[in-house]
């Protein structure tokens, strides 16, 4: 299964987990790459924990020749840098910890969605007397337009991620993966009700504005 990174936290999902790379604390840490994979080898953990949150996995340098890396849980990630010391050292630890907290909260949205998807399909369907593969595709361009303000081929132009991407779930930011579920939810019973495309749109962009009234009201007041 494909790595992808998330550019918001900086971190890569696969299979519901978050991951980062030895490449990356190296970089973040300001050590040498090889000195990292020295650390994550030379670690006293049980074979049981390293099986669970390291996984050798090569990436290509400039001149595009493979090298080594680890991929590792935050468990993994946590263990490995318990002992780099230092004032800076401690504020990196905080600062990755949170964005793996962060984005296992986005993993979790984006798992919900992904497990929706078939009851969002059937509804589709079923509210088409004769339907047609493009009638889903329109039902989901309309909902990324609202959150988006465009589909989902001109967010993958737009930030660069390969035509053959199957979905930008996983490009999204937290608050927009939410805010599509949302949609979704909301439009598996409007497409039963409300047969007219143009009143399901009007129906979610007005849920897509509360919601963001909402979340803004809610950030005004924890940073009062």
Known sequence: MKLVLNPEYGLYERGGKAFCSSKQVAETFEKEHRNVL????ELDC???????????????????????EFLMTKDGFTFLVMGYRGEKAA?????YIE??????????????????????????????????????????????????????????KLHGIAKDE??????????????IEALQRAD??????VPEFSRRKEILTGLYQRL??????????SSA
């Open 38 to 41: 020295r650390d994550i080898r």
């Open 46 to 68: 049980s074979e049981k924990f390293s099986l669970l949150n390291f996984e050798q996995s090569t990436y290509l340098n400039e001149k595009k020749q493979k090298q080594p």
């Open 91 to 95: 504020a990196f630890k905080e600062i």
């Open 99 to 156: 964005r793996f907290n962060q984005m296992e909260d986005f993993i979790k949205s984006l798992l919900a969605a992904r497990f929706e998807f078939p009851d969002f399909t059937d509804a589709v369907m079923r509210s088409h007397d004769e339907p047609k593969f493009y009638h889903y595709s329109n039902e989901l361009n309309m909902i990324n337009k609202i959150v988006l303000n465009m589909d989902a081929k001109q967010y993958k």
């Open 166 to 179: 199957k979905s930008i779930r996983p490009f999204l930011s937290a608050e927009e993966a939410a805010a």
């Open 188 to 193: 598996i019973g409007l497409l039963m009700v």
């Open 212 to 221: 963001r009234a909402g979340r803004e009201a809610i950030s005004e007041l």
